[in-house]
């Protein structure tokens, strides 16, 4: 089993960088596939980002690609997501999660461990 917890979220002006932290427990963190997803306000939630297990592998939603960069230090069991030139429409709660899965996914449904979300909230 796996427990995550979401760091780093706060207001940020348009146009700037946070990067959120998520740490998690147990000795195999590099067993699993890590994703980013984010749930704005009266909307579903939606994937941001994935790493596989060694960190050799990522996908991005069409959204943040280019803005974005997921990573992770499996020393650390921590994943990260730097986001730049950030936008209104990023706001929202920002989960990090944990799949068995050995390749990246981007459905939610298939990450089995979630944290409790941190909130990103972007001025204009």
């Known amino acids: 089993q796996v427990q995550l917890i979401e760091s780093g979220g706060g207001l940020v002006q348009a146009g700037g960088s946070l990067r959120l932290s998520c740490a998690a427990s147990?000795?195999?963190?590099?067993?699993?596939?890590m994703g980013w997803f984010r749930q704005a306000p009266g909307k579903e939630r939606e994937f941001v980002a994935t790493?596989?297990?060694?960190?050799?592998?990522?996908f991005y939603a069409e959204s943040v690609k280019g803005r974005f960069t997921i990573s992770r230090d499996n020393a650390k069991n921590t994943l990260y997501l730097q986001m730049n030139s950030l936008k209104p429409e990023d706001t929202a709660v920002y989960y990090c999660?944990?799949?068995?899965?050995?390749?990246?996914?981007?459905?939610?449904?298939?990450?089995?461990?979630w944290g409790q979300g941190t909130q990103v909230t972007v001025s204009s």
């Open positions: 999660a944990a799949s068995r899965l050995l390749g990246l996914t981007t459905r939610d449904r298939t990450y089995a461990y």
């Open positions: 790493i596989n297990g060694n960190g050799g592998n990522t």
């Open positions: 147990g000795r195999t963190f590099s067993a699993y596939t």
